[in-house]
């Protein structure tokens, strides 16, 4: 069967789906977006978690059929998604454009191999999206559902808190500090 | 490979503060932690050709039975499908294991294990090549299997290798036991003849899974030189790479790994998975092949945490001095041998714990089994040891009406301090420290999931932070609090004798008016941070301050594996020696270039690199470093070695079998719901001396999750296997791991002790945190409830007394 509907913002099709194909398949297989993460296709480690129209599901569990027609935002549209939210984007060399979930993930450390964190970035994203200063207990309940086997949780709650204070700030007040200023860029074979 | 995409590339890092250097010692981010967060990091289920098939796997439902015959006729004529291979089709070497190549690269006329590989696939969809493995018809005599010690070693018990002739094979009892490791230091019995209070007891801990996130995957590309190239996620591209080729019928040199994006490890990449198969099915069909693991094939894709059997006998004198100690540890090693000799050595050699005891018995066994094979996870050996002799110390604690603590310091091992294997501890051992300190920090508040009155009329209550959590179970009813402490000693990087090296390419050269350095080695990052720590020693050593990695590949000397907490020491220390042995190399070149200019040049006087300059050892810059370099490249490849060790011997496991040692100390408060056996842990402070954090942000998140992962063998994490060997909760629904709500705030304490021996002091940091973790949690739990508690992990059935609780 033939699939359509608007990832980050862009409409995409996919033809040949089979039945059994889910949106996580779709994404990652046909439409060429790996970040979501495929970590149990279980439905119980969140690593593959997309906005499906504003709310956080499963990818592994929604069959692609169910999509057509619909918005998703998965981990690569984050960055757009706060841009529309009127956020303002890290700046510097390495990280422009980030996020600040994703600018906050990277300072506070909380990514360690890191295939746990594009689903964490979402489900995080959509909870200070909805309450600009949760408590600890309010990001343990939104994140319960995102397994992580490397950190221990700590930095990412770390991280969830400074987004939201960050986020909660004026642009242009200078942003709650965390961690050196390093830049990365990603440079071609040598 | 014009055609394949998401393949690692190169990640550039550059230092940008102006007090901050990015050398060692500061919290520098990660150079890869853009791309993680953007989504545009390549991990190896990410991988993508054009061209590319997909592999699987049909594995056996059985745990023992003859393959009577396997017909693939119809399979091979689904329409998509590409090639199917069974043992019969194996153009070379059969067999391949770490240590003794005793596993079948598909299984031929038996098998020995619940979800052994039997027949792959390659199909143009994934789900054509499952469909196609499930057409496989594959005839099964069940035969009768082996499970346990009793078992293994009855008269007439099935051999799971007969004709052993493997290196352990001529000293031990039974050709089931794989491997055997006795110590014996002192006169136990006299020892005991003097002892006021003797405990002893029985002690079990269950099979553990490693569960990292990221599945195994890869992809293997047919080369024209006939060769492979294979991009992949594992923990030692060249040990992979050695055993793969003879599989191959290739010289080594044609078989080239590149590491892919790796999804954590903590031991489960140790072994062989899919490489062998996909390198196959690649050469069969001439198309790249990339096999993905689900969830439910990864927990029979890889090794366990060894379930262990331990009886431990501890004497004391009345004020608490340790006479003398004894134990016996069985592991399960299960099929096959994977690392299960070198587990051995280590909960033999680390058994009686961090503590001073002159006269010991201890005998340390792994079986072959009909279940599922186990090899390396985090604590490797040490952490099942650590459970037993630290519920002991409380068991004599509680004999001897003593604080805990207090008999633990009493018995701590401190520098100097000679271990069972007659071996000396010659850096800081700081055991009753880290003691302390875990101890003097300040306890979480008492009715912590209460809100203060002042919010509301009365109290209110947080159901997050009770046990139970949202199942809103209790309001704080039945609910007592527990306070437990543990201490654990790990060993760091290879032992017994092992020729344990790391290599590491620098080159340093001028780009774009800039002097900027490379750092190749094959070294795994597997999420533990190396990548960060190598660009920091490179800013250190050369003063440079933008840094590229390389992917990691074969193309480079052999890093040696991202386990027993060595990277940062091992190829942390290459790459330290390769920066010191490319400086050598700018300052000649400076000599020559510059002899008539600065004096310091010409006088031998020391000179530093320092941002972007060469400096006196007062501060005076004599060149720039981009002037010294001009166009020219300087670059060394250098091989590190740590100091040798020695195996142990056979019969009194004397010898200096280790490099180094770490500690750490965790304690644990829980609230259990004793009514209902649930357990909430509210805090687990761990103190660590690890030398030298040379980047204090992911030391201690390695140590936070170490911690999780103790905490998760404490209380949830067990892989359930059948008496007939059949793994029974091969997912993510049943086999579970921390949740965020199952985690506690984790305070962390670092020492930094310094270990003159190591690179920069440094001390492995990733496993020793995994040890005490486990027996803190269990010893607050006892507090709370006064049960015994000698099995892990602790289900509720074990608290409230309502099932058989061992395999609930
Ligand atoms: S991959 Fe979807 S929840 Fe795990
Ligand atoms: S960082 Fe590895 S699973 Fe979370």
Request: charged fraction near 20%; glycine fraction near 12%.
């Amino acid at each position: 069967m033939r699939v359509t509907f608007t990832v980050n913002g862009r409409r995409h099709e996919a033809d040949d789906v089979w039945e059994g194909e889910s949106l996580l398949y779709v994404l990652r297989e046909r439409m060429g977006l790996p970040g979501s993460k495929n970590a149990c296709e279980q439905g119980e480690c969140g690593s593959c978690t997309v906005r499906l129209d504003g709310e956080s599901v499963c990818a592994c569990l929604v069959a692609a059929g169910q999509v057509e027609g619909r918005e998703v935002v998965t981990v690569e549209g984050l960055a757009d998604l706060a841009r529309q939210r009127g956020e303002t984007p890290a700046e510097g060399a390495a990280d422009a454009g980030l996020s600040p979930v994703q600018k906050a993930f990277v300072d506070a450390g909380a990514v360690q191999c890191g295939f746990c964190t594009p689903g964490l970035l979402v489900a995080a994203d959509e909870l200070i999206e909805h309450n600009a200063s949760p408590s600890d207990a309010d990001i343990r309940e939104a994140l319960s559902g995102n397994l992580c086997r490397c950190t221990g949780y700590e930095t990412i709650l770390d991280a969830v808190r400074l987004a939201a204070a960050r986020t909660g700030q004026p642009a242009g007040a200078g942003a709650p500090d965390a961690g050196p200023d390093a830049g990365t860029s990603q440079g071609g074979a040598i | 490979m014009a055609d394949a995409t998401r393949l690692p590339t190169t990640i550039t890092q550059v230092s940008q503060g102006t007090a901050a250097k990015g050398g060692i010692g500061e919290s520098t981010l990660r150079p890869d932690g853009t791309l993680k967060v953007t989504g545009e990091f390549a991990y190896a289920s990410d991988l993508w050709h054009e061209d590319m098939l997909w592999g699987c796997t049909l594995r056996s439902p059985y745990a023992h039975a003859e393959i009577r015959s396997v017909d693939v006729s119809e399979a091979l004529r689904i329409p998509g499908v590409r090639s199917v291979m069974t043992h019969d089709d194996l153009p070379a070497a059969t067999h391949y294991g770490l240590e003794i190549q005793d596993q079948p690269v598909l299984a031929k006329d038996r098998v020995r294990y619940h979800g052994e590989a039997v027949a792959i696939v390659a199909a143009d969809h994934p789900e054509t090549a499952r469909r196609a493995a499930a057409k496989i018809r594959v005839d099964y005599a069940e035969l009768p299997p082996v499970y346990d010690e009793e078992s293994a070693t009855r008269e007439g018990a099935p051999l799971l290798h007969p004709g052993r002739d493997d290196h352990h094979s001529g000293h031990v009892a039974h050709p089931n036991i794989l491997h055997r490791q006795p110590i014996v230091r002192g006169d136990v019995a006299a020892a005991k003849a003097e002892a006021d209070v003797v405990v002893r007891n029985d002690y079990e801990v269950g099979m553990q899974d490693q569960a990292f996130l990221g599945p195994e995957s890869g992809l293997a590309v047919p080369a024209e030189d006939g060769g492979v190239d294979l991009y992949i996620a594992t923990q030692w591209l060249h040990v992979d790479r050695d055993q793969l080729a003879p599989v191959l019928g290739l010289p080594a040199e044609k078989v080239r790994l590149t590491l892919s994006g790796v999804g954590g490890a903590f031991g489960a990449r140790e072994d062989l998975s899919m490489q062998a198969h996909a390198c196959l099915l690649a050469m069969a069909t001439g198309r790249p092949v990339k096999i993905v693991y689900n969830r439910y094939e990864s927990f029979f894709g890889h090794v366990h945490r060894h379930p262990a059997k331990l009886t431990y006998e501890h004497g004391a004198t009345r004020d608490g001095k340790l006479l003398y100690a004894k134990c016996r540890i069985v592991l399960d090693g299960g099929a096959y041998a994977s690392s299960s000799p070198a587990v051995v050595g280590n909960a033999a050699s680390l058994g009686i714990g961090p503590y001073e005891v002159d006269n010991v018995e201890v005998e340390a066994l792994a079986l072959y089994t009909n279940n599922p094979p186990c090899g390396a996870m985090r604590g490797f050996g040490a952490v099942q040891a650590c459970f037993a002799y630290e519920a002991q110390m409380d068991a004599l604690a509680e004999a001897l009406d003593m604080d805990p603590v207090e008999l633990r310091q009493r018995n701590a091992m401190s520098q100097g301090s000679v271990l069972p294997t007659g071996q000396e501890v010659d850096a800081p051992a700081p055991v009753a420290e880290i003691l302390r300190r875990v101890k003097e920090r300040p306890m979480p508040p008492q009715r912590q999931w209460e809100s203060s009155p002042s919010e509301g009329a009365g109290t209110g209550v947080d159901v997050r932070a009770l046990p139970g959590g949202l199942s809103n179970t209790t309001h704080g009813e039945g609910v007592v609090r527990g306070v437990g402490y543990a201490v654990g000693i790990k060993n760091v990087g290879f032992s017994e004798g092992f020729d344990d090296y790391s290599t590491a390419r620098v080159r340093v050269e001028v780009v774009g008016g800039e002097a900027v350095a490379l750092v190749h080695t094959a070294m795994a990052e597997v999420g533990q941070g190396g990548v960060t720590v190598h660009a920091q020693i490179a800013r250190t050593e050369l003063g440079v301050s933008r840094v590229t990695i390389h992917p990691a590949d074969t193309q480079v000397g052999s890093a040696g594996s991202t386990s027993a907490s060595r990277q940062t020491y091992m190829t942390g220390g290459a790459v330290k020696k390769a920066c010191e042995s490319v400086r050598e190399k700018v300052l000649r070149l400076g000599r020559e270039k510059f002899a008539g200019g600065h004096p310091a040049w010409t006088e031998g006087a020391e000179l530093r690199f320092e941002d972007g300059k060469i400096v006196t050892a007062g501060g005076e810059a004599v060149a720039a470093l981009a002037d010294v370099l001009e166009d020219e490249a300087v670059e060394d490849e250098v091989v590190f070695r740590h100091r040798p060790t020695e195996p142990f011997d056979l019969e009194t496991g004397q010898g200096f079998g280790h490099v180094q040692y770490s500690f750490a100390a965790h304690r644990a408060v829980v609230e259990v719901d004793v009514e209902l056996g649930l357990v909430k842990v509210v805090e687990l402070a761990c103190a660590q001396d690890v030398g030298k954090a040379l980047n204090p942000l992911a030391t201690v998140g390695q140590i936070q999750g170490g911690t999780t992962q103790g905490l998760g063998l404490a209380v949830m994490e067990e892989i359930l296997v059948d008496p007939d060997g059949k793994v029974r909760n091969p997912s993510f629904t049943d086999y579970l791991i921390p949740t965020i709500l199952d985690t506690p705030a984790i305070p962390v304490d670092v020492l930094e002790l310094a270990d003159e021996h190591a690179p920069y002091g440094l001390r492995g940091v990733g496993e020793a945190p995994t040890l005490s973790s486990t027996p803190a949690v269990v010893a607050a739990i006892r507090n709370a409830t006064g049960l015994a508690l000698r099995r892990v992990p602790v289900r509720p059935e074990h608290l409230t007394g309502t099932g058989t609780g061992a395999d609930a």
